[in-house]
Structure formats: C-alpha cells, structure tokens
C-alpha cells in the first residue's frame, strides 16, 4: 500500500485522531510510549465481550471452545509472524516489561557468583532493573556496553568484554530514547560463539520493521502489543523452545500444571506452563487484529513512509536555532530527541501541550543515556505510519511559539 496515497483513510481508522486539545487539532507525536488503536482492534475488544467471552483452555461449551481456538490461533498468527519454529515458542505475557522479569528469573538458579552478564548502554529500564535484581540473588556481576555521541554502541568494547564468563547479554534492538537501531545480529553472533544467551528487547523494533527471530537466531525476543497499534496489558515472549523447557516456572497457578497434589505438583507443557491463570484474552485476540492491521498497510511500506517522515522532520527542526538532537546514528527509527538551548524540556512540552501537539519529555525510561549527555531529559516525537507532514509543520510552528515565549 502506498501509505502516502492512503494517508487520509489511515488516519480516518484511528477515531482517536480526531480528538481536539484546547480547541486543536490532536497532532499525537507520542508513538513511542503508545500508539493509537484503529477501529478494527477496538471492535475486536468489544466483538469479544459482546459474543465470546468466557474462560479459555478449560470450558466444554461452544464459548469456551471458541475462545480457545481463537487465542491459539493469534499465538500462531505470531508465530508465523516472527518466523519462530513452533507456537510452544510464543508465550503470550502482559507487556515487555513482564517478560523480561520472567526470562531474568529462569537464570535464577544457574547463574551465580563469578558470572558476567552484559547490558547496553541504550536500555530502557525494564531492561535493566530485572537484570540487577537477578545479580543480587545470584552474585553475578553486570558489565555495560558503551556508548558514543552519535548514541551508537562501541563494538569493539564490547567484543573486549565478552568471555567464558558471560552469560546473558541483553540489548534493545531500537533505543526508545534515541531511535538508534542496534546492530544485533552482530551481537548475538559474538555473544553465542561464547555460548552466551542473549535477549532483545524488541518493544521498538516490531512496529517499525520486519523481525525474523530465526534468521537473528536470538534466545529471546520480546515486546508489547500496545506500540503496534494493539491494546496495553499484552506482550508477547519468544524464546527457544529447548531454553523454555529447562527454565522454572515463573508463577505459578491454575492452567501452568500437569498434576496437583499437596505432595507435588508437575507442571504443564510449553506455552502453558508458563501463562498462569486467566489471561487477557480479549487482549490477546485484538493484538492479532492490530498485527494483521499493521501486516495489511505493509512493515516495508511503513518503514519506507516513517523514514520520509523523519527524514522530513530532522530537517525541519534543525532550522530552529540552538536547537540539539541527541541520536544522530545513520541507522535510526522515527524517533529524534532534542532540547532547545538551555530551555527545560518540560516548560516547551507544556507550552506545545496548549497547542494540542503530544509529545514526551523527560528521560523516557532511560537515565543512564541522559547521565551520559549530562542533561535531565529531552524532548522525545516519534513518529506512527499515521502521522503526515502537515503535523510535522505544526510542531516546528508551534516550538517556534514556545521558544518566544520563553526566551
Ligand atoms: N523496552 C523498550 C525499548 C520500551 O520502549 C518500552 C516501553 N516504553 C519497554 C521496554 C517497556 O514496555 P512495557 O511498558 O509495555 O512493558
């Protein structure tokens, strides 16, 4: 589809967009933290309240059954989405951030003092956090990989740090703050040759570009619904069937088990032993809609249309004065975060605000890259295949705006 072409009926799918802000037009630059949500996954949601709804996996009645064969039809349409070799290789969680918690607690028991494990520089901090409290049970230690200017990693720093001790690294494959696009399967090509397991934290890179875990050969892979389109409370976890076979449980509950006894329990096999309890199942089939909506417009087509929009922008922004972007990697998301002189990022995203445009400020989840620029935070738009050109124009109008008033 030519998204170009299209733009009007695009946007026409996204009641949200219509939204007025202070008597203006919404312009939604905020796509980064969440996209909008097009009809077609809003009336799955309700299509599913109004005629499905009912627990899955344990009903004999017809809407229980159908409920089942539905959520496990979305797992495959996952499934064949990422290129993964089996749906025991999708494990559907409550977002990114769920995910990762649940991959740092399978190295619970096998790591332990002497142990390295390797983090970017680049990381969100639901990519560092269950990581540091996973060095704490087990003694581990935790290397970085560092960052240059350009909010690109140093590679040959991170080739030094890799040895026999390494055994987890894990990497987003886009910087939410910065928009860098990581080189990983470079990464995960050095780290295997050490027998090292790696995870990608993909919550940036699925809305944006096609991802084939089996030609990366990641260990893990994961992301949240609600950045391509999809409603919030749904992730989804892959990981290597043989990896998810060895790891514990990481609750436990109704639907994980085999059999129960007060003695012993065994526990159910893959993916059920790992989604306890009831899930989000309206949640889950609406993120299948928003892929087949995402997978209709075209990931290549998106990608190509997003790079005209920052491309675009970039420009654009760079005619204010004294105006600096931080992430300048050739290889970049539609995502550009910027500060303009000295003035706080807040006090602009509050005046911009007035004017109906969304955009983030602060350190989006991410203060180890601003201690590195050593500034508080920065001014964060990123772009969805539904933004157009008119609205970059009334952001650089309306910063123009907020910069007079200001200085
Ligand atoms: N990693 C990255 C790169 C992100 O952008 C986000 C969301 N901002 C997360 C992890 C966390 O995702 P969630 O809040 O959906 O768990």
């Not at 627990?55 to 809407?63: T, Y």
């Not at 993909?202 to 809305?207: K, M």
Request: glycine content about 6%; some cysteine; proline content about 3%.
């Amino acid at each position: 589809m030519d998204i170009k072409k299209n733009i009007e009926s695009i946007r026409n799918d996204f009641p949200i967009l219509s939204t007025s802000v202070n008597g203006n037009k919404l312009v939604y630059l905020d796509n980064a933290a969440t996209s909008q949500t097009p009809n077609c996954v809003i009336d799955s949601i309700s299509d599913y309240y109004k005629n499905l709804n009912s627990n899955i996996h344990r009903g004999v009645h017809f809407l229980s059954q159908k409920a089942t064969e539905i959520y496990e039809e979305t797992r495959f349409k996952f499934k064949k989405h990422l290129n993964a070799n089996s749906t025991k290789e999708i494990i559907f969680t409550s977002g990114t951030t769920h995910s990762i918690n649940l991959v740092a607690n399978g190295f619970n028991n096998s790591l332990k003092a002497g142990d390295e494990i390797i983090v970017s520089s680049l990381e969100h901090h639901s990519n560092i956090v269950p990581w540091q409290m996973l060095c704490e049970k087990t003694g581990a230690t935790m290397k970085v990989i560092p960052m240059n200017q350009e909010g690109e990693l140093n590679l040959n720093a991170y080739e030094d740090m890799l040895s026999k001790k390494t055994k987890i690294v894990f990497v987003n494959h886009v910087s939410n703050a910065l928009g860098t696009v990581n080189p990983i399967k470079f990464i995960i090509d050095k780290a295997h040759s050490f027998s090292a397991k790696v995870l990608i934290d993909g919550a940036q890179a699925i809305p944006h570009f096609k991802v084939d875990v089996n030609d990366l050969n990641a260990d893990f892979y994961v992301f949240s619904a609600h950045k391509f389109c999809g409603p919030t409370g749904v992730g989804i976890l892959y990981a290597k069937q043989s990896i998810l076979e060895d790891f514990p449980p990481y609750q436990g509950g109704g639907e994980m088990i085999d059999e129960v006894t007060f003695e012993k329990t065994t526990y159910a096999e893959l993916p059920n032993k790992f989604e306890p309890g009831t899930p989000n199942i309206a949640g889950v089939i609406a993120s299948g809609i928003a892929l087949d909506y995402i997978n209709g417009i075209g990931l290549d087509n998106i990608k190509k249309y997003e790079d005209e929009l920052l491309s675009y922008a970039t420009q654009k922004l760079k005619t204010i004065k004294n105006l600096k972007i931080y992430g300048t990697s050739q290889n970049k998301t539609s995502v550009i975060s910027f500060n303009i002189g000295d003035i706080h990022a807040y006090d602009i995203g509050s005046i911009i605000d007035n004017l109906g445009i969304a955009v983030r400020t602060g350190h989006h989840c991410a203060q180890p890259i601003m201690d590195y620029y050593k500034i508080p935070g920065t001014i964060r738009v990123s772009f969805c295949f539904y933004n157009n050109f008119d609205e970059i124009d009334k952001l650089v109008n309306a910063l123009n705006r907020a910069v007079k008033m200001l200085s």
